[in-house]
């Protein structure tokens, strides 16, 4: 995991003094967390991915979307995927990824690699890639939207899903998606639109993920925006260990805390949690395919994150 990466999340002061959630009540109708970061551990507490499925699956997680955020990490996790049925991977160069590769010359060798992984069966999403222009400066612009063009061409030609990552840059996310035209599964990981921005994504067809900043007091845009937008259109997601849902904001996050968020997006809709996670768990499969597809190899050696 690359400091670039790691410098774009929103930290909470005491997250790595945290200790993770109990286990909440598990779902009556499973679903599947769309964004993960298995790899990064956080807190007191030492989840290594496994248990963090383990529990994830005791409570109505029954898959998640692995997602890298450099080659390094994409690499880890279309190996992992490759061996454990509970898991699919998404690979990519983060935005904030690409000015410094770019700088070094490395871009290109490492949108190289990306590609190459793109042809693993239980690859399944090209992601997480877009434009992020909180931190990068107009310098960098022109690098990200360079790396962003060549991830939605890598995933229209291996007829992938692209998961997107925008912040502060909605309105050139759209103008690249249209000028060179869209996958036909894109996501908008983590969507932090407002309502009108929704009405706007889902018109295209594009899915919404939302994680647990739904969840947060100061976020009615973005309630506003899960009320405008057809249930066909949602993904849920917790990006962990980032954006813990309330009541554990503050603390790591992990897929077993999903069952939160889904019931806080019922709730908000006035609709029940199963018949929700039932709509949720239907477009997630439209996206990504089954995950128990009999194309889980034998692993033939311990896996470790970066490995």
Known sequence: MTEAFLRSRERHPDDRAAEYPPLPVPLVVPVYDNHTHLEIQDGVESLDFKEQLDRASSVGVRGVVQVGTDLATSRWSAEIASHEPRVLAAVALHPNEAPELEQQGLLDEHLAGIAELASRPRVRAIGETGLDFFRTGEDGRDAQIRAFEAHIAIAKEHDLALQIHDRDAHRDVLRVLRRVGAP?????????????????????????????????????????????????????????????????????????LLPHTLRFMADHLGTDASMLAAQISSNTEAVYGKWDDNSVDTPTEPLGPGS
Do not use: M, Q
């Not at 889902?202 to 506003?224: D, Q």
């Not at 849920?236 to 897929?255: C, M, Q």
């Open 184 to 256: 036909e599964r894109t996501v908008f990981h983590c969507f932090s639109g407002d309502e009108e921005f929704a009405r706007e994504v889902a018109a295209e067809g594009w899915f919404l993920s939302f994680a647990g900043t739904v969840t947060f007091k100061n976020a009615g845009p973005l309630r506003a925006a899960l009320e405008a937008v057809p249930r066909a259109n949602v993904l849920i997601e917790t990006d962990a260990p980032f954006l813990t849902p309330t009541p554990f904001r503050g603390r790591p996050n992990s897929s077993y």
